[in-house]
Structures are given as structure tokens and as C-alpha cells.
């Protein structure tokens, strides 16, 4: 039982450079979830998955776009690379009912 | 605008020590409130409060809520090195969404 998985671990792009992170959760979650975590700043959330199919914006989707590919996977993809994208993005699932969420173990992303 | 105000943003003990971390909020709605501690990696999970004045304890960690006065204390006693780690607060106003505070760091040092 994995839990949550991501990767790649660390990526280092060019800006206007283009990727996908990828997540993946083996726990039968309904709920999926994208954050970015800057020095000083907590965890902010980029994109939400409430259920397969679904996907909807948190407090900083621009520059961001995501996959609900299956109920166990749920891709983060950037288009254009910035520098101010340049973070540590965490993964994580919960149930859909009032439970608490499981994170994955990050990718730090760096953007020259 | 919603948000989660933790305080204080880093602490240092020494062990043996007892701490005290704070957790404020403002939200539209309310539904839980939820620890994590964050060592080195991912967040892992402590605690979910949903009602006030119901302390949840786990060993030398405990944590109680209050939501007349919006906020929520994290109690460490006997702190321990391995307690170093940064400390967040989270706030789920509706299923799908969690606002976090921007934790603290807790050093607790031999």
C-alpha cells in the first residue's frame, strides 16, 4: 500500500518550458488535490478533484491545468513555465466525506 | 477572504519543555480543522477537531477547539527532539477545500 505517489522528485525547467507532474493514490480516494508550498507561505491550493471526471480551481490555478484521469491518478500540468512557479508541490487525498487529507511526498520544482 | 493565522512562526525549546501553538481563523463557512506535522517531507496527519471544547489527545500531543473565539490551540508536553519538525494548521470550510496556515517551526533542541 503505497499511499500517495508523485513524480518525478525534482525538475528543473527553463522558463516557457513545459511539463506534467504526476499523482497517483492507491487508497480508493474520491478526492484529489494540488498544492504548492513557497517559503513562509503554508500550503496553498492550486486545483481540486472532488470525484473522477471533476476538477475545479483553488486559490492559485493561472499558469496550471489538471487531468482527473481515473480515480487514481491526477495530473498537474504547467504550459509555460515561470520563474514564480518555481516551488514544492505536493499531492494529496481524502475521502470525499469529512476525512482528513493523505499527502504525497513532493516535487521541487525549480524554474530558471 | 478566508484564512488560517498561525502563530508564533518559529519557536525554540529545549527538551523536556512544554509548548503551545496557536491557530486562528476566519472562514465563511466551517466544517474541521485539522493538524499536520511536516518533517522533512510530506505533511503527516495529528489531529481533526469539528467540535468545540472536545480535547483529541494522542500520547504527548493534544489539541482542543475553540469555535466561538475561532481558534485552536496544539499542545506539546515532554517535548522531544524528534518533535522538530514545522507544525500546520488547515481549515475546511466546505468538502473540497482546505486553507492552511503558514505553520511553525518548532526547534526543540537537546
Known amino acids: 500500500n503505497a499511499g500517495v505517489t508523485q513524480t518525478p522528485k525534482f525538475q528543473v525547467l527553463k522558463t516557457g518550458q513545459s511539463m506534467t507532474l504526476q499523482c497517483a493514490q492507491d487508497?480508493?480516494?474520491?478526492?484529489m488535490y494540488w498544492y504548492r508550498q513557497d517559503p513562509g507561505m503554508g500550503l496553498r491550493l492550486i486545483y481540486y478533484s472532488a470525484s473522477e471526471g471533476t476538477t475545479d480551481k483553488g486559490e492559485v490555478p493561472n499558469g496550471y491545468n489538471v487531468s482527473r484521469l481515473n480515480k487514481r491518478e491526477f495530473s498537474l500540468r504547467l504550459e509555460s513555465a515561470a520563474p514564480s512557479q518555481t516551488s514544492v508541490y505536493f499531492c494529496?487525498?481524502?475521502?470525499?466525506?469529512?476525512?482528513?487529507?493523505?499527502f504525497g511526498p513532493g516535487t521541487r520544482l525549480t524554474v530558471l | 477572504e478566508d484564512k488560517v493565522v498561525q502563530s508564533p512562526l518559529s519557536l525554540v525549546v529545549h527538551e523536556g519543555d512544554t509548548v503551545t501553538l496557536n491557530c486562528s481563523y476566519e472562514?465563511?463557512?466551517?466544517?474541521?480543522l485539522l493538524w499536520y506535522k511536516q518533517e522533512k517531507k510530506a505533511p503527516t496527519f495529528l489531529f481533526m477537531l469539528?467540535?468545540?471544547?472536545i480535547e483529541k489527545k494522542s500520547g504527548r500531543l493534544s489539541s482542543i477547539l475553540d469555535k466561538k473565539e475561532l481558534f485552536s490551540i496544539l499542545n506539546i508536553t515532554a517535548t522531544q527532539t524528534g518533535d522538530s519538525a514545522i507544525y500546520l494548521c488547515a481549515v475546511r470550510p466546505n468538502f473540497n477545500k482546505f486553507y492552511f496556515g503558514s505553520g511553525t517551526k518548532l526547534n526543540v533542541k537537546p
Open positions: 472562514v465563511t463557512n466551517f466544517r474541521s
Open positions: 487508497m480508493n480516494h474520491n478526492s
Open positions: 494529496a487525498s481524502s475521502e470525499s466525506s469529512n476525512n482528513e487529507q493523505f
Open positions: 469539528t467540535s468545540s471544547g
